[in-house]
């Protein structure tokens, strides 16, 4: 059996956390921790540790019903459900991408979706809208969650030292030179983020293609090749389709890392998130303030070119100018 186990309070609806389900045996469920809201910690981290299920197990592990577990061998007072028919409003957070918008429920299922696979995975959209995030999310309900997440961005890194930052350094390479190990390397096992894609060199952008079709890389100035076991996930916030047209991004490569492609939207194209996002995000630094109907709506009304970013950083203005306690109103608001 796989897929999301979902944690909720008994006495209402409200999700309050949720775990990746990836394999049981009836009587022992391998979850990995995911996400819990609003600060949460019930004592729900279980990894290998056996469930209460009653009698009727089976009638138990049906998708949708609700059961019983021990937490660390004390009954817990929380009720889960294996993720089907689970309601709606428990899954406007689900995996911790907020948002109750056509959009991101589509976003939501191919994370799902791209974390049952190892093929790779592109993400696009527009700075600080998030790809990252996504990027994490995927990783951490996929079954390498227990292994390295490691995050490169790509603009960063400059073209001479990319492959020696990426696949490592053989000892006695350059003068002084001492061994070290590539990224791809350390993420083996886990995931491997490469943020910024569009961004990289032809030149650099041969070499992945290659490292990706053989499955292995060298390091800079040595004779023998590394099996690579790090799951890819690309991103950029460039139009790649122009750039394949301006022969600046090749078109094979983009063929190899397009197996799964995850478009994330502007926050002005998901207006009605934004207060969700908002409140969300007030909640997690713990600021003790809320949102005045006023304040949301000018928080609505605003494009938000630098997306989600930019927003979190005009809530930080306002938790300062409305004194860190009450209610934010419009005149607290700052955007720039």
């Known amino acids: 059996m796989s897929g999301i186990l979902y944690l909720f309070s008994r006495d209402s609806e409200e999700i309050v956390a ?14 990995s921790d995911l996400h819990q809201l609003e600060g949460i910690n019930d004592g729900t981290f279980f990894v290998g540790k ?3 299920f009653g ?25 889960c459900i294996i993720g089907e028919n689970v309601p709606k409003k428990c899954l406007d957070g689900r995996l911790g991408i907020v948002g109750t918008s056509k959009i991101m429920e589509t976003i939501r299922r191919k994370v799902e979706l791209a974390a049952t696979t190892n093929l790779p995975v592109l993400i696009l959209g527009e700075s600080g809208s998030g790809k990252s995030f ?16 490691f995050g490169v961005n790509m603009a960063s890194v400059i073209d001479s030292a990319c492959e020696s930052e990426l696949f490592g350094v053989e000892a006695g390479t350059f003068t002084e030179v001492r061994e070290r190990e ?24 041969g070499t992945l293609l290659d490292v990706i079709e053989r499955g292995e890389f060298r390091r800079v100035g040595s004779t023998e090749s590394t099996k690579s076991d790090a ?7 460039a139009d790649l389709k122009s750039k394949i047209a301006a022969k600046e991004f090749r078109l094979d490569l983009f063929y190899r890392i397009a197996n799964i492609v995850i478009e994330v939207p502007p926050l002005r194209e998901r207006r009605e998130d934004i207060q969700m996002l908002a409140e969300v995000y007030l909640r997690s630094v713990g600021s003790g ?25 005009t809530l930080n203005r306002a938790i300062l100018n409305c004194g860190g306690t009450g209610e934010i109103l419009p005149q607290h608001i700052e955007i720039y």
């Not at 490469?194 to 952008?205: F, K, N, P, T, Y």
């Open 50 to 52: 056996s469930l209460a």
């Open 55 to 79: 009698k009727d197990r089976d009638e138990f592990l049906k998708a949708g019903k609700p059961f019983l577990f021990g937490g660390f061998g004390a009954p817990s007072s929380r009720t």
């Open 134 to 149: 996504i990027a994490e999310r995927i990783h951490e309900i996929s079954p390498r969650c227990g292994m390295p997440f």
């Open 231 to 237: 799951r890819l996930i690309f991103a950029t916030n």
């Open 182 to 205: 590539g990224i791809f390397s350390a993420a083996s096992g886990g995931t491997l983020f490469l943020d910024e894609i569009g961004d990289v060199s032809l030149r650099m952008q």
């Open 18 to 31: 949720f775990h990746n389900l990836f394999s049981s045996d009836y009587s022992i469920f391998v979850c």
């Open 289 to 313: 303030v809320s949102l005045s109907p006023s304040a949301c709506d000018v928080l609505r009304e605003s494009d938000w070119p630098g997306n989600i970013r930019q927003m979190q950083n």
